[in-house]
């Protein structure tokens, strides 16, 4: 059965370290994709990455990456030089083969505190 | 841009009232979902669509039904509101996923602002 683990239920750092969410997940398929969201106090999630299970390349994308390892079973999302805009709750999700059924499992969420 | 509305931010009932959730996508999505969202347990699917009048029960059903008449409109319904069900309830969209030729594509999904529900 697929499972996402987010085992940081709560993280907080001062402004401008970096940080680490890490992301682990189970499934048995070879296909599949993973994915991190944001979500602002606001409450909407926002998209941030989408992977697939074929493309272990690291993603930067400003004071964003994301490390995909299948060896380890981890998609872990890292923040450089962290702003306090960068406060939310991120979750990492996954889904199998695309099919009929287009459901993502997500994990439980890491609330991350910002401090200035 | 994507747009998922929700037709309350927040909305206050009472136990055994019946409540209707509504949600809207203007991009032509085939998908709709309906999460909950409660602390320490994540997004949790209720109930999904992948096309008008089609829908497939999630991971926490019961309680809830929904209806999609029309493409755009998913809504989400409390046939008697109890008071487990004081949640976040979120709802998104998505196109479908595809796969051509061997290779795979999923879309991610577009969410709504959350409606914050309160059973007195």
């Known amino acids: 059965a697929q499972k996402v683990t987010q085992a940081q239920t709560e993280i907080s750092v001062v402004e401008k370290e970096d940080v680490t969410l890490d992301c682990v997940y189970e499934t048995r398929d070879t296909t599949y994709y993973l994915f991190w969201y944001k979500q602002p106090p606001s409450g909407e999630l926002v998209f941030l990455i989408r992977?697939?299970?074929?493309?272990?390349q690291n993603e930067i994308s400003g004071r964003y990456s994301w490390n995909f390892q299948k060896s380890t079973s981890s998609f872990n999302f890292t923040i450089t030089a962290s702003q306090v805009v960068d406060s939310a709750v991120y979750f990492c999700?996954?889904?199998?083969?695309?099919?009929?059924?287009?459901?993502?499992?997500f994990g439980k969420g890491t609330r991350l505190h910002i401090l200035p | 841009d994507v747009k998922v509305t929700q037709s309350s931010r927040y909305l206050v009932k009472r136990t055994g009232e019946k409540v209707f959730l509504e949600c809207v996508q203007d991009?032509?999505?085939?998908?709709m979902f309906w999460y909950r969202q409660d602390p320490g347990l994540g997004l949790r699917l209720i109930y999904f669509s992948y096309d008008v009048k089609m829908k497939e029960k999630g991971d926490i059903p019961e309680g809830y039904s929904v209806s999609r008449e029309k493409k755009e409109r998913f809504s989400l319904i409390l046939e008697s509101a109890s008071t487990n069900q004081t949640s976040m309830y979120l709802c998104a969209s998505s196109y479908p996923s595809q796969t051509s030729g061997g290779t795979s594509s999923y879309n991610e999904q577009f969410f709504g602002p959350g409606t914050r529900l309160t059973v007195l």
């Open positions: 991009m032509d999505h085939e998908n």
């Open positions: 999700a996954l889904s199998e083969a695309p099919g009929r059924d287009d459901k993502i499992i």
């Open positions: 992977r697939n299970s074929f493309d272990e």
